[in-house]
Structures are given as C-alpha cells and as structure tokens.
C-alpha cells in the first residue's frame, strides 16, 4: 500500500470518528435499494450519534434528504427499530428540529412487505403522520435537520449501544428503517417510502477513502 492511499484512509477513519469526546457514530442509508415502494430515486442518510448525559444515554440523529437536485423531494417522516437494551426512547428536551417535534412508537405502515415486524419502534414526524402530513418545512433535497432522542439509562457505553444498533439491524430479518418522502419529482406531485441499510463493509472503505480525496483536493488550493 502506498505511503499516501495509507494516510488517505487514515484521515477518513479519524474524520468518520469524529465527534464529542466518548460518542459513538452509526449511518443508516435510506437507498431503494433497501425497498421503494415507487422507485422515484428519493434517497436520505440518518446518521446516529450516541453519548452520554449524566446516567442519561442519548441519541443525536441527523437527517439529510440526499436525493438528487434534478429529481427533487422533501422527507417528511422516519422510522426504525431499536435494540431490546432500549426500553424507553424520547425526544430530549430541546432535541426537536424545526419539523420533528413528534415521537411515536410501534407504528405500522403500508404496504406489509416495508413494514417492521410490530411496527416500527420509533417514529418521527410533525403531527403524528407518516403516510401524510404537511410537507412544508420538511427536509428538503440537500438539506439536513437533527433530533435528540433520550434513551433513558441502558447500562451501556456509548461505544457498547451503538454495537447493538448495528447487531440488531445486521441480523434483520426485515425491513429495520424506514423515511417517507412527498413532493418528488420535477413537479412535486409523487411520493415514496424508501427502506433503510448500513454499509457494506467493502462500501465503506470506498467511502472512507472518498472522503479522505476530497479532503486533499480540497486542503491543496
């Protein structure tokens, strides 16, 4: 390997790792290729955040509507599961986005084959709405909203919570996260609900390394 594709994916490491001294980071793909139920292209990423409060575990979630500009979307609500370490989840005080200020647990959505086995343990939206809801001021392609989620006091680090997300959603039989999207298209006038997976790891190094050239072409001007 050479001297300067080693640095490369060193400086991605440290730039995926980054964040609040003792926080732990996983990223979520909202990608069709999880499941679409109208294959518009809408896509998004949901990267979590754990860390600890006090006795307090929490959960920091970004949400970035990453669907093409040509093809437009707003996202307008999201949904996953959660490990069984985790028996209560809210929303922190303070830890609403401009939009998500609703949290809902065990809701089932349509059709059968993208929803999670009970309903999805966690759902967000502005009023109580996945399948509708008004989309104005709902994220919009290229940009991002953050929620904080309290998770009550599970006994684990936030390195050990972050490991039984991603335990969790490696061993899903089914569909473990879900993002709805309205105002798709050139017109605005489809919709979508797109499933949620995590990185292969070979997908991963590619995007470490990505990210890693990108920062050199950007540092060299």
Not at 33 to 60: I, K, M, Q, R, V
Request: hydrophobic fraction near 40%.
């Amino acid at each position: 390997m050479s001297t300067f594709l080693r640095a490369c994916l060193t400086l991605g490491v440290v730039g995926a790792l980054a964040g609040p001294a003792g926080a732990a980071s996983l990223t979520i793909w909202i990608d069709p290729a999880a499941g679409s139920t109208e294959s518009t292209g809408a896509t998004a990423s949901l990267t979590f955040t754990f860390s600890e409060s006090g006795p307090h575990d929490l959960l920091s979630i970004v949400v970035q509507n990453t669907t093409p500009a040509a093809i437009g979307s707003t996202l307008t609500a999201f949904g996953f599961e959660v490990p069984s370490v985790v028996s209560a989840a809210s929303l922190a005080s303070g830890g609403t986005s401009t939009y998500f200020d609703v949290l809902d647990r065990n809701v089932s959505v349509a059709p059968g084959w993208m929803n999670a086995a009970g309903g999805y343990d966690v759902m967000i939206t502005s009023d109580h709405s996945f399948e509708g809801g008004n989309p104005n001021g709902g994220v919009t392609a290229g940009q991002w909203q953050s929620v904080m989620l309290s998770l009550g006091d599970t006994g684990l680090t936030p390195v050990a919570l972050r490991d039984a997300f991603e335990t969790l959603y490696d061993g899903a039989p089914g569909p473990f996260a879900i993002a709805r999207f309205q105002q798709v298209g050139p017109g605005a006038e489809g919709s979508d609900k797109v499933g949620g997976r995590v990185p292969e790891p070979a997908g991963l190094a590619w995007l470490i390394l990505g990210a890693a050239l990108w920062q050199r072409k950007r540092s060299s001007y």
